[in-house]
């Protein structure tokens, strides 16, 4: 069984951090899946999906950090293309990554208690956002 | 086809890096499936799952690097919710991903012959440790 | 519905990265798959996989990133094992990570305009690669 959705919403800034665990876990009920996986893949190149505990100290943490792993305002040969100042993004959403892939369990994501799904823009602006979300199982 | 079931173990310490490519290969046999995928994915937020050539050097080099990454005693805004120290474990953890998915192929795993599959602890003590395993195919 | 073929290819040098996209959704609408997904696997432990916008700039910027998180010539424990001057291939291989997983929908990768799929060597010599593609759905 393949259930596939789609979810769409504004992000506001760069570094901004979203939990959608609970739209995925909808999602997943949904289904009717019971037993399988879900995949969440966030659709285009400067924005990344993940796991984390979602709590506010780390919601500062994570993009500050990987503002320092790569600056906003260093050299990116990226900008030679496009000019718009968001090479930085590129490179954080491409080592955070776009997809990521959750176990489901009696149709529940298996997740720790301090484990949750986010979405992380990775932008300089705000952006629409689209994540694909597909359960698999039975 | 879809068949799930999870791995326990205790963690040591910080940084521990695991071989799990044995369980899993089992577990992908006793599920019977001869092509698909299997995805390993790490229950909690302060440990990871990946893929890497398992020897003593890189076993000291990973951890160390990561360590260097995301230092223990910088500044995270995380302690201020927990003040339990582990900030860049989450850091740390988030960043390699709880979740691995690799292919199956006549009923073995598709791995190159100096490729594993590791478990990392990033938390800073022991860890009972739960991995669920999912296997699906044909 | 599994369905599951290799790419083999060529690498030349050490940061090279190759669009793959085309031929992973020529796989996809060989396997006749219209709604599911795709795992993408580098087999071996010195190359990676991933999605990024795939122009000269960023082609540049990755490797050249990689690079200044894990410098060549850095002391590793790799070296200890093997001397062949690649602990840092495999740290960076690790860190992107070999598996990628995309959504298929109406027989087409999801994916965003500027969003590519990519292979990246990371050893330092020129290689031969293999890449294990899984479509699964209905």
Not at 102 to 131: A, N, Y
Request: aromatic letters at 8%; a negative charge; hydrophobic letters at 35%.
């Amino acid at each position: 069984m393949v259930y596939q959705d789609t979810l769409s919403f504004s992000t506001s800034k760069s570094g901004q951090m979203q939990d959608i665990t609970g739209q995925i876990q909808d999602l997943v009920s949904r289904s009717g899946v019971k037993r399988g996986m879900v995949n969440i893949f966030n659709v285009g190149s400067t924005a990344a999906v993940g796991a984390i505990e979602f709590e506010p100290g780390l919601q500062e943490d994570l993009p500050r950090e990987l503002n320092r792993i790569f600056p906003p305002g260093a050299h990116y040969d990226h900008e030679k293309a496009w000019h718009d100042g968001n090479g930085h993004s590129h490179l954080q959403a491409t080592l955070m990554g776009p997809s990521l892939t959750v176990p489901v369990s009696e149709g529940e994501l298996v997740l720790g208690t301090w484990q949750q799904i986010f979405h992380m823009e990775c932008d300089i602006k705000p952006r629409q956002r689209t994540v694909l979300v597909t359960v698999y199982g039975e």
